[in-house]
């Protein structure tokens, strides 16, 4: 992964973050727990998937699939 592709990662992670703590009302540790363990996060590292190149809707809709349903959309 490039620095460039590592930047929006680390972006988009962040604002994944505020908006878990925002809808679920959880505190910083929890929401970052249920990102990083989350499989959402795992395809958003991978370089292959595309996906850090997605906004924030369009990901938070998966990772908030993957916490309600226990599966990626």
Same mark, same amino acid.
């Given at each position: 992964m490039t620095k460039d592709e590592r930047f929006l990662v680390e972006l988009l992670s962040n604002e994944l973050v505020e908006q878990l703590m925002k809808d679920y009302a959880? +505190?910083?540790q929890k929401a970052m727990d249920v990102l990083y363990n989350s499989e959402t996060f795992s395809?958003?590292? +991978?370089p292959r998937s595309g996906l850090y190149y997605q906004g924030l809707p369009y990901v938070y809709s998966y990772l908030k699939s993957e916490i309600e349903t226990g599966q990626m959309a």
């Open positions: 959880w +505190d910083i395809k958003l590292e +991978d």
